[in-house]
């Protein structure tokens, strides 16, 4: 989601971490493991990755709330690594709010601009523009038990952007709001980023809201980052098979490549012309590439099989397969085209030879239709505020 603003007028910071390591005491593995990381100016990057994988605590330590072990943290070619937080010019969003509950809207959003020591009619002018970009007009003085978990996630924008930060960093900011509160949000969260021109770095679980509101996402595993690209190249190229996995629902097809055939157990496949030199590989199909077919395809793939279920998910019904072999698999169709589809059918699923991507094998035993969602949370996180808002909280 680029911001609406000229490369020349862009406002936000650039981000450069390099070698980004943390180690904890009686740890086996480092919590991140040299992790390098270039975030341009007012881009929107969003950290992925299944619990533990390392993306809350490279946050927190790009925030100054976690202690780096080795490596470097860049602003605008400025190390900051060894800055205290409230000196870094961050603005911090956290999943539980930290409103400071014997304050209105209006005294919450004003402690960071407090805190730097503004005039009072500075502040009361920065506070009234804040509370209008986050939509919040006519809610200065209520405190925070009399507001909704929306509109206290609201002003916990407010103050964060308040004191015009050139990047701003939110760990989990939607995570504790309903479905679809969290939607009407991330509209939110586009928007105040098109309008502020800030760089933004984003952690999530959800893989929808990373897809919907990301520049590009970095993808965690084992402290590591495991791919950098859009939604689009993570979707449609993942460059592994827990990349494929872990964003979106996939078919996964393990066997031994030879030119552009991939033979495994009970088939063999066309695939996609990459490049890739032969021998052990997996073959990513994505549900919705599949579709259902009365007859083997003459050309492209095509595999027979027994329905085992159908799922309706409103738009779309969810046929889940077992492939003649025992490999699983997942057609994603629109209601109407498999509405005549039951368990216990026997079909042919088929696909375009270039409709998949070739990844490195790695299946580790298994194969088949990976988990349509990834509910996994990063539990590392710290719960400090910045500028200081933790001790005057107490």
Same mark, same amino acid.
């Given at each position: 989601? $680029?911001?609406?603003? $000229?490369?020349?007028?862009?406002?936000?910071?650039?981000?450069?971490?390099?070698?980004?390591?943390?180690?904890?005491?009686?740890?086996?593995?480092?919590?991140?493991?040299?992790?390098?990381?270039?975030?341009? $100016?007012?881009?929107?990057?969003?950290?992925?990755?299944?619990?533990? &994988?390392?993306?809350?605590?490279?946050?927190?330590?790009?925030?100054g709330l976690e202690a780096v072990t080795s490596g470097?943290?860049?602003?605008?070619?400025?190390?900051?690594?060894?800055?205290?937080?409230?000196?870094?010019?961050?603005?911090?969003?956290?999943?539980?709010?930290?409103?400071?509950?014997?304050?209105?809207?209006?005294?919450?959003?004003?402690?960071?601009?407090?805190?730097?020591?503004?005039?009072?009619?500075?502040?009361?002018?920065?506070?009234?523009?804040?509370?209008?970009?986050?939509?919040?007009?006519?809610?200065?003085?209520?405190?925070?038990?009399?507001?909704?978990?929306?509109?206290?996630?609201?002003?916990?924008?407010?103050?964060?952007?308040?004191?015009? $930060?050139?990047?701003?960093?939110?760990?989990?900011?939607?995570?504790?709001?309903?479905?679809?509160?969290?939607?009407?949000?991330?509209?939110?969260?586009?928007?105040?980023?098109?309008?502020?021109?800030?760089?933004?770095?984003?952690?999530?679980?959800?893989?929808?809201?990373?897809?919907?509101?990301?520049?590009?996402?970095?993808?965690?595993?084992?402290?590591?980052?495991?791919?950098?690209?859009?939604?689009?190249?993570?979707?449609?190229?993942?460059?592994?098979?827990?990349?494929?996995?872990?964003?979106?629902? &996939?078919?996964?097809?393990?066997?031994?490549?030879?030119?552009?055939?991939?033979?495994?157990?009970?088939?063999?496949?066309?695939?996609?012309?990459?490049?890739?030199?032969?021998?052990?590989?997996?073959?990513?199909?994505?549900?919705?590439?599949?579709?259902?077919?009365?007859?083997?395809?003459?050309?492209?793939?095509?595999? &027979?099989?027994?329905?085992?279920?159908?799922?309706?998910?409103?738009?779309?019904?969810?046929?889940?397969?077992?492939?003649?072999?025992?490999?699983?698999?997942?057609?994603?169709?629109?209601?109407?085209?498999?509405?005549?589809?039951?368990?216990?059918?026997?079909?042919?699923?088929?696909?375009?030879?270039?409709?998949?991507?070739?990844?490195?094998?790695?299946?580790?035993?298994?194969?088949?239709?990976?988990?349509? &969602?990834?509910?996994?949370?990063?539990?590392?996180?710290?719960?400090?505020?910045?500028?200081?808002?933790?001790?005057?909280?107490?």
């Open positions: 989601m $680029p911001t609406d603003r $000229p490369a020349s007028d862009q406002l936000g910071a650039r981000l450069r971490i390099t070698g980004l390591t943390k180690r904890f005491r009686g740890a086996d593995a480092p919590a991140v493991d040299g992790v390098g990381l270039d975030i341009a $100016p007012g881009e929107f990057m969003t950290f992925l990755g299944p619990s533990g &994988s390392g993306k809350t605590t490279t946050l927190n330590m790009i925030a470097t943290i860049t602003m605008d070619d400025k190390d900051i690594a060894a800055l205290p937080a409230y000196k870094r010019d961050l603005g911090m969003v956290f999943q539980q709010y930290a409103l400071f509950p014997h304050m209105t809207a209006a005294k919450n959003i004003a402690f960071p601009l407090r805190q730097r020591r503004m005039a009072r009619q500075e502040i009361a002018a920065k506070v009234a523009e804040a509370l209008r970009l986050v939509r919040l007009d006519g809610l200065a003085e209520r405190l925070p038990a009399q507001l909704s978990g929306g509109q206290q996630q609201r002003v916990a924008l407010a103050r964060a952007i308040v004191f015009g $930060p050139r990047a701003l960093l939110m760990d989990e900011p939607l995570g504790a709001l309903d479905k679809k509160l969290r939607e009407e949000l991330q509209v939110e969260i586009g928007r105040l980023h098109r309008e502020l021109g800030a760089t933004v770095v984003f952690v999530t679980h959800d893989q929808e809201e990373a897809l919907a509101l990301s520049d590009r996402i970095a993808i965690f595993n084992h402290g590591r980052i495991e791919q950098v690209g859009t939604a689009e190249d993570l979707y449609e190229r993942p460059v592994s098979r827990f990349v494929a996995t872990f964003v979106g629902d &996939s078919n996964i097809f393990d066997g031994t490549l030879s030119g552009d055939t991939l033979t495994g157990d009970g088939f063999t496949l066309r695939v996609p012309r990459t490049g890739t030199p032969g021998g052990p590989a997996a073959l990513v199909v994505r549900p919705e590439r599949l579709r259902i077919a009365d007859a083997p395809a003459p050309d492209g793939n095509a595999l &027979s099989g027994t329905v085992t279920d159908v799922v309706y998910q409103g738009a779309y019904r969810r046929i889940l397969l077992e492939f003649d072999g025992g490999v699983p698999g997942t057609v994603r169709e629109p209601v109407g085209a498999a509405d005549q589809v039951r368990p216990g059918d026997r079909v042919h699923a088929a696909w375009d030879a270039d409709a998949g991507a070739l990844v490195a094998d790695a299946s580790h035993g298994g194969h088949g239709a990976a988990p349509e &969602s990834a509910t996994a949370r990063d539990d590392t996180g710290g719960a400090a505020m910045m500028d200081g808002a933790a001790d005057a909280a107490r």
